[in-house]
């Protein structure tokens, strides 16, 4: 079946530095999408990439899709203590394929 | 205002005493998920409706049931709770399928303990 594996598993960074995670999918993906779940919260949606190659940015975030679309990175510049969390990468199954499998998630803390 | 919502937030129950969940959603949407959650993992996809078709996962434990009686509600039953239920569940929806479309929405969740 489809596995969707993140890289690093844990993250701890000085408030300030970047930040990058990276996703990859044994399968070629659709779409990605990438979710933050806070500590004690639910996944909340930040972005969904559609198109090979393509790059996305929400402030200090940035997205990217692999140009074979299996893979993709979520780099934060100049963390804040408002970024902790579990950031997870998420794709469909395939075309008609309505599961969504999720990423073994990349765990950000950030020391002040 | 509340797009998602499970209730109970907190549930606690014996092992092998039957638990309903519920989650009601306010976007009128097509897909509804559960997902189980435990600590440190990422969220496992349990089963899911598009609109009244009932899609199960290959490895979810017949132990585990869904009921979805209109397009806002739907209901996971565990029959028989065992101490490895114990777990974060977590009502999502969609428009549509993931592949066709956009973004899951996630309610709060509803932690389940089993003594």
């Known amino acids: 079946g489809q596995q969707v594996m993140q890289i690093p598993q844990y993250q701890h960074v000085q408030e300030g530095e970047d930040f990058t995670t990276y996703c990859n999918s044994s399968?070629?993906?659709?779409?990605i999408q990438w979710y933050k779940q806070r500590p004690g919260g639910h996944p909340v949606f930040l972005i969904q990439l559609v198109k090979s190659g393509e790059v996305k940015k929400q402030k200090r975030l940035t997205f990217q899709f692999g140009e074979a679309k299996k893979n993709s990175s979520l780099h934060i510049t100049a963390t804040q203590t408002t970024d902790v969390g579990t950031y997870f990468c998420a794709g469909p199954g395939g075309f008609g394929n309505e599961k969504l499998t999720f990423g073994t998630g990349t765990r950000l803390t950030i020391i002040p | 205002d509340a797009m998602v919502i499970q209730n109970p937030r907190y549930q606690v129950t014996q092992f092998g005493k039957p638990v309903t969940l519920s989650c009601s959603q306010t976007?009128?949407?097509?897909?509804m998920y559960w997902y189980q959650q435990k600590s440190s993992q990422a969220p496992k996809l349990l089963f899911h409706?598009?609109?009244?078709?009932?899609?199960n996962e290959a490895d979810t434990p017949d132990n585990f049931q869904s009921r979805r009686p209109n397009t806002s509600f739907c209901f996971l039953d565990i029959r028989s709770p065992g101490l490895g239920d114990a777990a974060m569940y977590l009502c999502?929806?969609?428009?549509?399928?993931?592949?066709?479309?956009?973004?899951?929405?996630f309610g709060p969740g509803t932690r389940l303990t089993v003594l």
């Open positions: 399968t070629t993906l659709s779409n």
């Open positions: 999502a929806t969609s428009r549509e399928p993931p592949a066709v479309t956009d973004t899951q929405y």
């Open positions: 976007l009128n949407h097509n897909v």
């Open positions: 409706y598009y609109d009244k078709d009932f899609n």
